[in-house]
């Protein structure tokens, strides 16, 4: 028993790092993406966007698979004390890795217009330009992250992850305002804007290399023979194949859909490039938020795998259904009011964060993907339960389907004159809902009868629909006595305004910010005694979690 509690600590640990880092690193992309929507125009921002879709293909391709490959390979090397080996694994993969960056930043560096081209909107061309040389810095730079994570120590992750967000915040905001006084073209301040991101993954780079370079030297010399190339790159690439085929699949989709949108909406309703560009803004402002719940995720799958892997491992299959149940129920219970919030807050919090864009039309965007959210998480979570079942096919196989209907689905609604771009919600919908029951069917069908869907469901989605509804009636109290106010300073007693239109719209945004607020609050103090009065969430639900059972005493949870 004392010789596991090291593995179990060191784990926990790691997720801890790791969560604390995509704390960090989203609040500092919320920095980033709020006032670089508002100075980038819609269509300066559907450019941002169009590049970074392809980027983040190349960087799927190029890095998918091989980090995970390259850390498993490591840690069984440094679990056997071979030292050699686990040098020549990562010289090895590190090359790996430069070929393929050196390929991606070819594609982006000598071919930016024909990509721009590809996708629909030739203003992009500048932005992917500038992006080129981050697709080459972050290839050795996973390559290094693996190697760290093979030795369990995640540290260099999460500070190197931080430093790309601060590089992409605080260079690419300055970069953004002076191309954007500087050029006439608006397509250069997305460029500008996404220059910090080259400059962050540069930056990052070098930060891991320092720490590889301290501790290559202090690893112990060792006469293990290290097996030959041919065979290391075979499992290498035997691991790392299937992972990045199974990543490619949705970063692919998106392109595609991307470039059905752009198309159908200059072909099939004879919109201007202009025009198409802007209302793609508006919709990427309302993905940038949606896809915040799903982030957090990310440390709930790594922390799942590990447990349901040991348990099938000693054939505890029923333990292992029980830990897939509790894992989904945290999943749930995080996952639905999150996207209950986005669904009910919509307008409100697209008017709050970016004033400047179609406020109705964002806000119904952002209303339609906050029901699409509850269904990533549950994919993500689902995907991860099944890949440690070892059904590893079965995760793909639902994605493709659920990927094909979004772009059938895109097509016909988008070239709609009734539903237009709101076609690109209505399918991201369809798509993800579609992978997450399909993924829970399967689960349900092959894992013991012990996993209850009842459990998971039916107390988290009655205290989310009772949050949502008291985050609707406080924001709507709030707003209509703020539209009062308003109406009191326009037209005084001697019918005069009291306020300019600075002052007006100051106090506006002010009430906004007043009665979002407010209704957050509300919602987060109803949400929490709806779980905890009815047993919703329990020990074994909070100790998936890094310091969860400190939070169940905390909580008082049994």
């Known amino acids: 028993m004392s010789a596991s509690t090291p593995k179990k600590n060191s784990f926990f640990g790691g997720a801890a790092i790791l ?46 698979g091989l980090p995970v490959a390259l850390s498993k390979m490591v840690s069984e090397a440094n679990a056997l ?44 061309a500048y932005s992917i330009l500038a992006l080129a040389p981050a697709v080459f810095f972050i290839c050795p730079m996973s ?68 720490c590889y370079r301290r501790h290559s030297r202090s690893q112990p010399r060792s006469n293990d023979e290290p097996e030959d190339s041919k065979a290391i790159l075979t499992t290498l690439a035997a691991l790392a194949i299937p992972i990045t085929l199974s990543s490619s699949v949705i970063a692919l989709t998106n392109i595609l859909d991307n470039a059905i949108l752009m198309g159908r909406l200059q072909d099939a309703l004879g919109l201007s490039l202009n025009e198409a560009r802007t209302l793609k803004g508006v919709y990427n402002k309302a993905l940038t938020l949606y896809n915040l719940p799903a982030s957090f995720m990310v440390p709930l ?55 400047s864009t179609d406020v109705e039309l964002g806000g119904w965007m952002l209303s339609v993907l906050g029901a699409a959210s509850i269904a990533v998480c549950f994919m993500l979570v689902s995907n991860s339960i099944l890949q440690a079942h070892r059904m590893v096919a079965l995760p793909m196989t639902t994605t493709v389907i659920g990927c094909a209907m979004k772009l059938a689905v895109g097509y016909v609604l988008i070239g709609s004159e009734e539903i237009g771009i709101r076609g690109g919600p209505i399918s991201t919908v ?67 305004p009291l306020l300019d239109a600075a002052g007006n719209a100051l106090l506006s945004r002010t009430g906004t910010a007043l009665s979002v607020a407010a209704a957050i609050g509300v919602a987060v103090v109803v949400y929490f005694a709806l779980i905890l009065v009815t047993r919703a969430i329990s ?20």
Not at 24 to 52: R, S
Not at 475 to 491: A, P
Not at 539 to 558: N, S, T, W, Y
């Open 19 to 64: 969560t604390a880092s995509v704390i960090v690193v989203k609040l500092i992309g919320a920095l980033y993406k709020v006032p670089l929507g508002n100075i980038l125009t819609d269509a300066a921002f559907a450019d941002f966007n169009t590049a970074y879709d392809i980027y983040s293909l190349l960087i799927i391709i190029s890095t998918g």
């Open 81 to 124: 004390g071979r030292v050699n080996q686990v040098k020549k694994v990562f010289t090895l993969a590190l090359a790996a890795f430069c070929v393929l960056g050196t390929i991606s930043f070819c594609i982006m560096a000598f071919l930016p217009q024909q990509l721009a081209d590809l996708m629909q909107d030739s203003h992009a």
């Open 143 to 210: 390559a290094m992250r693996g190697y760290f994570q093979g030795h369990a120590q995640m540290t260099p992750t999460a500070v190197s992850q931080v430093i790309e967000a601060l590089c992409k915040l605080v260079i690419g905001l300055a970069l953004a305002s002076a191309f954007k006084t500087s050029f006439e073209d608006e397509a250069m301040a997305a460029a500008g804007a996404i220059l910090g991101v080259s400059v962050g993954c540069l930056l990052g780079a070098v930060y891991m290399y320092v």
């Open 301 to 355: 799958t790594a922390s799942v795998i590990p447990h349901v892997s040991a348990a099938l491992k000693v054939k505890r299959r029923r333990q292992a259904a029980q830990i897939s149940e509790t894992t989904l129920r945290t999943t749930a219970l995080l996952a639905i009011p999150a996207g209950v919030g986005l669904f009910v807050l919509g307008e409100p919090i697209i008017r709050l964060l970016y004033a």
């Open 430 to 496: 369809v798509c993800f809902w579609l992978i997450a029951l399909l993924d829970l069917f399967i689960i349900k069908r092959t894992l013991p009868r012990s996993l209850s869907m009842a459990r998971v469901f039916v107390k988290p989605v009655g205290a989310a629909a009772a949050m949502g509804a008291a985050a609707w009636a406080v924001n709507g109290l709030c707003y209509q006595l703020l539209v009062k106010l308003n109406l009191f300073l326009e037209l005084g007693e001697d019918e005069k």
């Open 539 to 558: 020990k074994e639900d909070l100790a998936l979690l890094p310091k969860g059972d400190k939070i169940a005493r905390i909580l008082r949870v049994e």
